[in-house]
């Protein structure tokens, strides 16, 4: 089992940056791919970026270039770093860990609780 919390949102004007965090716990030898996923009211959740356990990183291609997903994985943590913020990136963003590979993890994934980010114009 796997436990993901996410913080670092907030209300920030247009062009303005934030960096999102999200802290693993319980068993992270389960971590393997981690990512960002964000929904606008209204919106299904879409992804943002993924890291891998190597750290091979994936981002939309619309956000590519604002945002920088990264990881620590002595700390078992994932951060969003996004710069240039524009009002469409209102969201609530959420941490996602993709299911693990080892024999002891279960086969699905996990959550967080979602962080709001409100980008003002």
């Known amino acids: 089992q796997v436990q993901l919390v996410e913080s670092g949102g907030g209300l920030v004007p247009a062009g303005g940056s934030l960096r999102l965090s999200c802290a693993a716990s319980g068993d992270t030898a389960c971590v393997s791919t981690l990512a960002w996923f964000r929904q606008a009211p209204g919106k299904g959740r879409v992804l943002v970026a993924s890291?891998?356990?190597?750290?091979?990183?994936f981002y939309a291609d619309s956000l590519k270039g604002r945002f920088t997903i990264s990881r620590d994985n002595a700390k078992n943590t994932v951060s969003l770093q996004m710069n240039s913020l524009k009002p469409e990136d209102t969201a609530v963003y959420y941490c996602?860990?993709?299911?693990?590979?080892?024999?002891?993890?279960?086969?699905?994934?996990?959550w967080g609780q979602g962080t709001q980010v409100t980008v003002s114009a």
């Open positions: 996602n860990a993709a299911p693990g590979t080892l024999f002891r993890c279960p086969g699905y994934g996990a």
């Open positions: 890291i891998s356990s190597g750290g091979t990183t």
